[in-house]
Nanobody, 124 residues
Framework: QVQLVEAGGGLVQAGGSLRLSCAASGRIWEYCMGWFRQAPGKEREFVAAISWRSGGMTDYADSMKGRFTISRDNAKNTVYLQMTSLKPEDTAIYYC?????????????????WGQGTQVTVSS
């Protein structure tokens, strides 16, 4: 079992960048890690995911491709989400999630562990 704590959210202007981090309380070596987000009044949506161990597989929601990059540092038990070219529509609470599997896909209900979220606000 792992506990996840996100950090790095904040207020940024459109076109700016932020790097979110997700620190786990235990080893994440055999966990697929994902990022999801939820904007006010909207359903939670998939952002990005990275496969377990060396993270050889990554996946992104279409609207994030080319702007967001997910990565993992297993030595630090930390996953990152580098976000660039941010848009006001990226404003949301961003959640880190983990599942003890090779790759758990884009559906949030496949992930067993969740952080408390970090707020990202992009001003126009």
């Amino acid at each position: 079992q792992v506990q996840l704590v996100e950090a790095g959210g904040g207020l940024v202007q459109a076109g700016g960048s932020l790097r979110l981090s997700c620190a786990a309380s235990g080893r994440i070596w055999e966990y697929c890690m994902g990022w999801f987000r939820q904007a006010p009044g909207k359903e939670r949506e998939f952002v990005a995911a990275i496969s377990w161990r060396s993270g050889g597989m990554t996946d992104y929601a279409d609207s994030m491709k080319g702007r967001f990059t997910i990565s993992r540092d297993n030595a630090k038990n930390t996953v990152y989400l580098q976000m660039t070219s941010l848009k006001p529509e990226d404003t949301a609470i961003y959640y880190c999630a983990a599942d003890q599997a090779y790759y758990s896909g884009t559906q949030g209900d496949k992930y067993d562990y969740w952080g408390q979220g970090t707020q990202v606000t992009v001003s126009s």
